[in-house]
Nanobody, 120 residues
Framework: QVHVVESGGGSVQPGGSLRLSCVAS????????MGWYRQAPGKQRELVADITSDGRTNYVDSVKGRFTISRDNAKNTVYLQMNSLNSEDTAVFYC??????????????WGQGTQVTISS
C-alpha cells in the first residue's frame, strides 16, 4: 500500500508565493515520475509539472518561469514552488506518483489534493 499526502496549500494574494510538498510512503520499490496536477472549478484536471527520477522536468506553458518542481529522492518527496501567483492558478492541486515494482510493473497513486486560492 502506498500513501500520497500533499501539504502547503492555502490562500494568498495575487503576486504571492506558495510551496507545495508531497510525500509518498509505504511499499515503494522505486519511485519513478512524480507530478503535480490541478483542477479548477468547472475545468478538467491538467498537468502542471512533473519530474522524472533523474530530474528531467516538464511544465505546462502557463506556469513556465513562475513554478519550479523539484524532488528529494531520499525523502520520497516532490515540491512545487509557485511564484507570481494569479487568480487563474486557483485550483485544487493534486500530486501523482508512479511507482515501479521489483517485477517492472508500474502503478500510479494520487493524493487527496490541496486547495490553492489566489484572491485579493
Amino acid at each position: 500500500q502506498v500513501h500520497v499526502v500533499e501539504s502547503g496549500g492555502g490562500s494568498v494574494q495575487p503576486g504571492g508565493s506558495l510551496r507545495l510538498s508531497c510525500v509518498a510512503s509505504g511499499s515503494i520499490f522505486r519511485l519513478n515520475t512524480m507530478g503535480w496536477y490541478r483542477q479548477a472549478p468547472g475545468k478538467q484536471r491538467e498537468l502542471v509539472a512533473d519530474i522524472t527520477s533523474d530530474g528531467r522536468t516538464n511544465y505546462v506553458d502557463s506556469v513556465k518561469g513562475r513554478f519550479t518542481i523539484s524532488r528529494d529522492n531520499a525523502k520520497n518527496t516532490v515540491y512545487l514552488q509557485m511564484n507570481s501567483l494569479n487568480s487563474e492558478d486557483t485550483a485544487v492541486f493534486y500530486c501523482k506518483v508512479i511507482i515501479a515494482t521489483s517485477l517492472g510493473r508500474t502503478y500510479q497513486y494520487w493524493g487527496q489534493g490541496t486547495q490553492v486560492t489566489i484572491s485579493s
